[in-house]
């Protein structure tokens, strides 16, 4: 090869082999093209003012373990948010905050509900209650008493939840709401254990108290 035909080509520096040579120029060739790059892409500012802008806040009540509120929420909060921390009602857990754990579970006008996945100003006049409306004129309901009895709970965290499907459960299945287990309803079939196992599959319990559970909702049963 001819030394003309080498002229125009960089010289590898001193200690440099030609493919670490190489390979330091490509690097550096990589690094240019992306500065290039970064400068020519044009940059969106996004004003402060957009993270500030909150929508009216709408009025509603509601009327919670029997007592009645007035309440001015944004929009886009949920049941559970209200209770917890507009009304201090912390009874009912935020778990998952995904609809998927149960412990958040309370009454909304006879029918259980995730707490977390509905928006407060859509039960505008709705009759709420929570595990803390349970009890009445200082008695345990029957299944917080079951509850005790059998030791069905051992962190406690679902147990709210636990209990508010629980007595919803309990009334569905005296009304004749069909299952996946049951579908005929008419002749008022037993509640067996495999009955309550899947009316009850929506609240889990991370400690596996699932036997001593089923135990005190069919002593509850019974007892009513």
């Given amino acids: 090869m001819s030394r003309a035909h080498d002229r125009g080509r960089p010289k590898p520096a001193a200690g440099l082999g030609r493919r670490a040579f190489l390979g330091?120029?490509?690097?550096?060739?990589?690094?240019?093209?992306?500065?290039?790059?970064?400068a020519a892409e044009p940059r969106t500012e996004i004003s402060d003012d957009v993270n500030r802008v909150k929508p009216e806040?709408?009025?509603?009540?509601?009327?919670?373990?029997?007592?009645?509120?007035a309440l001015a929420l944004d929009p886009r909060?949920?049941?559970?948010?209200?209770?917890?921390?507009?009304?201090?009602?912390?009874?009912?857990?935020?778990?998952c905050d995904r609809g998927q754990c149960g412990a958040c579970t309370v009454i909304a006008d006879g029918r259980r509900i995730n707490a977390c996945l509905a928006l407060a100003v859509m039960y505008d006049g709705a009759e709420i209650v929570t595990v803390e409306g349970l009890a009445a004129d200082g008695?345990?309901?029957?299944?917080?008493?079951?509850?005790?009895?059998?030791?069905?709970?051992?962190?406690?965290?679902?147990?709210?939840?636990?209990?508010?499907?629980?007595?919803?459960?309990?009334?569905?299945?005296?009304r004749g709401a069909p299952s996946a287990v049951t579908w005929e309803t008419r002749g008022k079939p037993e509640l067996t254990d495999t009955e309550i196992r899947e009316r009850m599959s929506g609240n889990i319990c991370r400690c596996g108290?699932?036997?001593?559970?089923?135990?005190?909702?069919?002593q509850a049963a019974r007892s009513a």
């Fill in 139 to 174: 008695e345990l309901s029957p299944l917080q008493a079951a509850f005790l009895d059998c030791d069905a709970l051992q962190c406690g965290y679902c147990t709210p939840g636990q209990l508010c499907s629980g007595t919803a459960m309990l009334e569905e299945f005296r």
């Fill in 77 to 95: 909060m949920t049941l559970l948010d209200a209770l917890r921390e507009e009304l201090k009602l912390t009874g009912t857990k935020k778990g």
């Fill in 57 to 69: 806040r709408k009025r509603i009540a509601l009327k919670v373990d029997g007592k009645q509120y």
């Fill in 209 to 218: 108290a699932y036997p001593k559970i089923v135990a005190a909702i069919r």
């Fill in 24 to 38: 330091t120029l490509a690097a550096a060739s990589a690094g240019l093209s992306a500065h290039a790059y970064a």
